[in-house]
């Protein structure tokens, strides 16, 4: 059964001016610990796949937080939630500490779907109950 489902565009030249005016400072505050790393490698060589990439994970965030109805608010982090890629290249959520345990108190699972062009990022969420 459907528990929410999240949606959110993000525009990369808001991206852009954040990281322009925040440096790193902005990346480290929304991105974990392995999605830092593709950034980085990203960013070093392709700079504006960098900030597409760094606007696909804050957009894919702000769905996660609607879709579960919380909003950013606890449980609910910037850093709790990864948006990592599989082997074959699919997103998938990846839940950290406090909000991985409420995540799976009520059993829930994700699935994600991000997107990308020149000035855009959009992201689709669908939270569902495993019961």
Request: some cysteine; proline content about 4%; overall charge positive.
């Amino acid at each position: 059964m459907i528990y929410g489902i999240g949606t959110d565009i993000c525009d990369v030249r808001r991206i852009r001016r954040s990281v322009e005016r925040h440096g790193d400072r902005f990346a480290d505050r929304i991105l974990g610990p392995q999605e830092l790393q593709a950034w980085r490698a990203r960013s070093v060589r392709w700079p504006d796949r960098g900030l597409r990439y760094l606007a696909t994970r804050f957009s894919a965030k702000e769905a996660f937080s609607k879709a579960i109805g919380t909003g950013m608010v606890t449980p609910m982090a910037w850093s709790l939630c990864e948006i990592l890629n599989l082997p074959g290249g699919k997103p998938a959520i990846v839940l950290h500490a406090g909000l991985k345990t409420w995540f799976e108190e009520r059993r829930l699972r994700a699935h994600v779907t991000v997107t990308d062009e020149t000035d855009y990022a959009v992201t689709f969420v669908v939270v569902e109950t495993t019961d």
